[in-house]
């Protein structure tokens, strides 16, 4: 079966689908939580409980919180909010045991199931995505770690969610390059990447628009005494938002936003809002739906570690007027 170009995969994902709900007022939400991603006005995040393993939350259009009846995982998920090609909510997110597997839930019925046609033998996929029934996913070998590979890097790939359908390679990473976060939309695909070598430490977010290639919209490098991250990049129409925060030497906490159309790229940034009210804390999630627009946009912060070892996290809903971003 001939592979289908990324043009025509993305071109499955074009409509987006608008919530006639009105937004309900946000609450801050706050504890060890990570990875926010929203979608038509749910909310999901992993929080982690007091034996140190994570679950997984929901807010729903309501405003109200409550844990999905999802088996707690070692680390935080990698979940994605998406639609299917039916135009229902799911999270998207992988389970690993001796390999990791993608699995989708349907938020407003609460059922899982393993997402079936992705699995290739003797590999893992993780840092899943999806758009009206198309699939974004992270494919290596099984049993080594991501950003640290021996021989093969793995690839990122997409795929359409149908029978018989294959997917294709869309992103070749390069060795000891893992991808740390990805979000699908109808104007393309985001990605956030972590690359570390001894003394050194790579982060970078990119984005592919449908019918062109990847574009740089950061890419940052640290040493030994610094550290750099990224969150996740999460669409919003035109526009890819994720963090940026330089951890350690000079603690930041930036949000960014990148207007990518076909006539270029335009990349501002703001600091970003301290639900908190603390000093020294960094930006650690971001979520914005592009499904809804008219909801705000999620941000979370989280403090560095301190001399109890304490780590405390908050995670608000802004409306993006009220954001001022200013040229880098």
């Not at 844990?67 to 994605?80: K, S």
């Amino acid at each position: 079966m001939r592979t289908p170009r990324l043009t025509y995969v993305l071109a499955l994902a074009a409509a987006v689908v608008t919530s006639a709900a009105a937004p309900a007022a946000a609450e801050p939400i706050t504890g060890p939580i990570a990875g926010p991603s929203t979608a038509d006005g749910v909310l999901v995040y992993s929080q982690r409980d007091a034996d140190g393993l994570w679950s997984l939350h929901q807010r729903d259009r309501a405003g109200a919180l409550s844990r999905l009846p999802v088996a707690r995982a070692d680390q935080p998920f990698d979940v994605d909010m998406g639609l299917t090609a039916d135009n229902e909510v799911v999270a998207l997110y992988s389970r690993c045991a001796t390999v990791c597997r993608i699995y989708e839930l349907a938020v407003d019925s609460g059922q899982e199931r393993l997402v079936p046609g992705v699995h290739a033998r003797g590999h893992s996929e993780t840092m899943p995505t999806l758009h009206h029934g198309v699939l974004g996913f992270q494919r290596h070998r099984a049993g080594e770690t991501p950003g640290e590979f021996s021989g093969e890097s793995g690839s990122y790939r997409l795929i359409a969610l149908r029978p018989g359908a294959r997917s294709r390679q869309v992103k070749a990473l390069r060795s000891e390059q893992t991808v740390t976060g990805a979000d699908l939309s109808a104007r393309g695909l985001a990605l956030s990447t972590y690359r570390g070598e001894p003394g050194r430490i790579e982060v970078s977010v990119q984005a592919k628009p449908a019918n062109r290639p990847f574009r740089t919209l950061q890419v940052a490098a640290s040493g030994e005494l610094s550290e750099v991250q990224v969150t996740p990049p999460s669409w919003r129409g035109n526009d890819v938002y994720w963090g940026y925060a330089r951890a350690y030497d000079v603690p930041s906490r930036l949000l960014l936003r990148a207007r990518v159309t076909a006539a270029g790229t335009d990349v501002r940034q703001t600091n970003a809002p301290n639900p908190l009210g603390e000093s020294g804390v960094v930006i650690s999630g971001v979520a914005a739906d592009d499904v809804d627009s008219e909801r705000p946009l999620w941000i979370g912060v989280t403090t560095l570690y301190d001399e109890s070892d304490a780590e405390r996290t908050g995670l608000d809903a802004y409306p993006v007027g009220s954001l001022k971003f200013y040229d880098r």
